[in-house]
Structure formats: structure tokens, C-alpha cells
């Protein structure tokens, strides 16, 4: 079990220096031989920016000793000079910083801001407790979870997509059989296609599925690839079937629904 705990400034430096090897505390939590101690030094009620950590390797209780007050003990402690750690003006001293730097290595300004922002909350320190030893590394693998949440306008793309993407997709294979060619208005579409293949378009889709289908698509614009032309999966077919985009698609279903709702007289 990890412990993170406060030092006075007189008492980390002989910690730190090996000097000194016990530490006393209030019995308010479930010590154990074993256990990893946090240690932050502070100065009055202000951290300084250094840690160490070290392993409890012995404890005793009042009732293993006169001299130890009633609910306090005492461990012998053990450390490692890696594990010690400074932060002391280990962080950019500005939002302005972080954003030349996240330039350098080709992140944007707005991951450079998530980034500051979210460390200077916590004190420049990790999920661990422990300061940032280089916040230069850190900023260069900083996961910007926020980057990837979709807009109102993207979540409603996404949502046609899941909709409409397998609908077109079985009436290609469907069509693709009367046909010797396909050719498709928007070539990610043919990228899909030509992933899963004509036999599989004859199967349902279940959701998880078509979520994968909609990121096959996107990756495929995204990277900028796509398959213009196909070969029908038909030895019998005749002409080009032109298969069309999503938009396209769409306005085709939208007139039929249009016309059966409004049939002519």
C-alpha cells in the first residue's frame, strides 16, 4: 500500500540524507511493513516541489514501547536515492511556454492550454502524488483525450453515417450483381466495401459493427485513400453501376419517402 504523507523541512533533509531512518506518526491509518511512504517536504504550509519515497521496514506501537504515546508509532524507514524527486521550477513558467514548446513538436496551442492548465491544478504533480520530474516529456506524450470529442455537428454526421452507411452499402452488393463495373461518387465508400467484401453485405450488422464500419470510412478520409472503380462480384452483369455518396443517398431516400407519402392521383 502507497501512503502520501507531509515532512517538515527539518526532518526531510536527514531523511533524505540517510541520516535519519525512523519516522513517527499518528496510528490513524493501517500501516504496514512493506508499505511505500510519499514524502513531501513543506516549508510552514507551502510544498517545496521535493519528495522521496521510502519503504516501511519495521513499526512499533505503544504497547511495544513506554516512550511512544498512546495512538502514534514509530517505523524504521529504508530508501533509494531514485526514488527521491524535485519539481522545483521543473514546469514552464507560462501558458505562453508550454504553447512554443507544443509548437516544436507539432501539437497545437489548444493541447498546450488543456495541458498547463490541468498541471498547474494539480501542483505540477502526477496521478501518483510525485512531481513531474521534465514536464517536456510529459507535454510530448499528453494524451488530449478533449482533442477527440465531437461537436454537435460531428456526433449528427457520425449519426447519418451508422444510419445510412450500411443501408447503401447491402443495396450496392445487392445491385452489384445486374452490374459489370461500380464506380463510386465517393471513393471511401469504396473503401469500405472492398474491407468487408459483397458477401458479407448480405448479413446484418450489429451496433458495435457498424461503429466499426463508420471509423473504417473515416479513416480512409482522413488519410486521404479511397477506390474509385470496382469490379462487380457478377461474370454476367453489364454497364457501370455508379454508386452514390451519402448525401446523395440520402436525397434519393428522402424523394421515395416523399412520393409513397404523396402518391399521384
Known amino acids: 500500500m502507497e501512503h502520501i504523507l507531509k515532512v517538515t523541512k527539518k526532518k526531510f533533509e536527514p531523511l533524505l540524507n540517510g541520516d535519519l531512518t525512523f519516522v513517527i506518526r499518528r496510528a490513524d491509518r493501517l500501516y504496514s511493513v512493506g508499505d511505500r511512504l510519499v514524502l513531501f517536504e513543506m516549508d510552514g504550509a507551502q510544498e517545496t516541489g521535493r519528495s522521496l519515497i521510502v519503504i516501511i521496514k519495521f513499526i512499533m506501537h505503544s504497547e511495544d514501547s513506554e516512550g511512544i504515546k498512546d495512538d502514534y508509532c514509530v517505523f524504521s524507514v529504508k530508501r533509494s536515492a531514485k526514488n527521491s524527486r524535485t519539481n522545483a521550477g521543473n514546469h514552464p513558467q507560462s501558458e505562453a511556454e508550454a504553447i512554443e514548446y507544443a509548437a516544436t513538436i507539432g501539437k497545437s496551442a489548444d493541447c498546450a492550454k488543456r495541458f498547463y492548465n490541468y498541471y498547474a491544478m494539480t501542483g505540477w504533480k502526477m496521478k501518483s502524488g510525485l512531481p ?12 488530449d483525450y478533449q482533442a477527440n470529442q465531437k461537436t454537435p455537428e460531428q456526433a449528427e454526421t457520425d449519426s447519418q453515417l451508422e444510419l445510412l452507411l450500411p443501408l447503401l452499402l447491402k443495396k450496392t452488393a445487392e445491385l452489384a450483381k445486374k452490374y459489370k463495373k461500380l464506380t463510386f461518387n465517393d471513393p471511401h465508400i469504396g473503401t469500405v466495401l472492398n474491407f468487408y467484401g459483397f458477401d458479407r453485405m448480405e448479413y446484418p450488422f450489429n451496433a458495435f459493427e457498424v461503429h466499426e464500419m463508420v471509423k473504417h470510412y473515416a479513416t480512409s478520409k482522413r488519410m486521404g485513400t479511397g477506390i474509385g472503380d470496382m469490379d462487380s462480384p457478377s461474370n454476367y452483369g453489364k454497364d457501370t453501376l455508379c454508386v452514390p455518396t451519402i ?7 428522402q424523394k421515395k419517402k416523399t412520393k409513397s407519402s404523396n402518391p399521384s392521383k
Open 247 to 253: 448525401e446523395e443517398f440520402s436525397q434519393i431516400l
Open 132 to 143: 513531474l520530474s521534465d514536464w517536456h516529456a510529459a507535454l510530448r506524450n499528453w494524451k
